[in-house]
């Protein structure tokens, strides 16, 4: 069994959650041999003849569909590991922004930028914008997670390397979450940083944003665990996924409005910052953005012009 791993545009931490498996590393190369990861190991490019290639991160400029088509080409089974991968990940945010502006900001607005402030001309040219990697070519299974955690990794890496099937849940982050609802009276929208939320109550009943019931799970709720509401890392839920009418934006309204009976309209007025709150991980999806009432079509006009 040969195995690669390929980064596209993310921050390595999906290939740093496949080490964090620690000793565990040591059964799966009994079975597999790790042939390719740039994190990893001294390999210039992907063998011929893979059988399982994990591609992590978004494809966001020419080098990065490159390098996602050569092993597509090479492996037998191709899967998105990570939210980027998945739905394009916060490399999507920078779609908010017209490529000369972001290239402006890295090389001209920055105190770490050359003296003669040029824009380099032998960098990978940006793609008109952000591609999850499915949007792009046929990918055989997704792995969700900002990264992968560990304990479904655990699950999931040595069944793919024997072949096995496993039954994993399908619920959201809330089927995870240890909180109780309690009482929702006078419900007023606080952003993260006011207040420190009550740890037995739900976060999104007490008033903050907390995307748990709109988000895949499988992450044990670490976050409202730890008194921080979901903000969706996990990608959006199954049944918002499946849904053609259903977004993670128009969801998020209908369940706030039902748990505190105000109008939908009422809670739309309270939501800010829509693009960063709903869509920080989605917003690079095609699959996201071709819902038939998805905003992001909307927020990557209204930002980048």
Not at 38 to 53: L, Q
Not at 162 to 181: A, H, N, P, Q, Y
Request: aromatic share 6%.
């Amino acid at each position: 069994m040969k195995i690669a791993i390929e980064e596209l545009a993310g921050c390595s931490g999906c290939t740093i959650a496949v080490l964090d498996l620690h000793e565990m590393l040591l059964d799966i190369v009994k079975d597999a041999d790790i042939v390719y990861s740039p994190v990893i190991m001294d390999v210039k490019e992907p063998p011929e003849g893979i059988d399982i290639a994990f591609v992590t991160g978004a494809v966001r400029n020419a080098e990065n569909q490159e390098h996602l088509e050569r092993i597509r080409r090479r492996a037998k089974t191709l899967v998105a590991f990570g939210t980027c991968a998945c739905y394009g990940g916060i490399s999507g945010l920078s779609m908010l922004n017209s490529n000369e502006d972001l290239f402006s900001c890295v090389y001209q607005g920055v105190d770490t930028v050359k003296p003669n402030g040029a824009i380099p001309t032998d960098v990978p040219p940006f793609l008109y914008r952000a591609f999850a990697v499915g949007d792009l070519v046929k990918v055989d299974y997704y792995i969700t997670g900002c990264p992968p955690k560990e304990a479904f990794l655990k699950q999931i890496i040595p069944a793919m390397i024997k072949g096995d099937t496993l039954e994993l849940s399908r619920k959201s982050v809330c089927s995870e979450c240890d909180r109780i609802m309690g009482p929702v009276e006078g419900w007023k929208l606080s952003r993260r940083h006011e207040g420190i939320p009550d740890r037995e109550h739900c976060l999104l009943g007490q008033g903050y944003l907390c995307l748990g019931s709109v988000t895949f799970g499988r992450c044990s709720a670490a976050c409202p665990k730890n008194n921080v509401p979901c903000h969706g890392c996990n990608g959006p839920s199954l049944d918002i996924l499946r849904e053609p009418c259903r977004d993670i934006y128009s969801m998020m309204v209908r369940r706030i409005s039902d748990l505190t009976d105000k109008p939908a309209k009422e809670v739309e007025k309270e939501l800010y910052d829509v693009a960063h709150t709903m869509y920080a991980f989605t917003i690079g999806s095609l699959i996201m953005e071709d819902k038939e009432n998805s905003k992001i079509r909307d927020l990557v006009k209204e930002r980048s012009v």
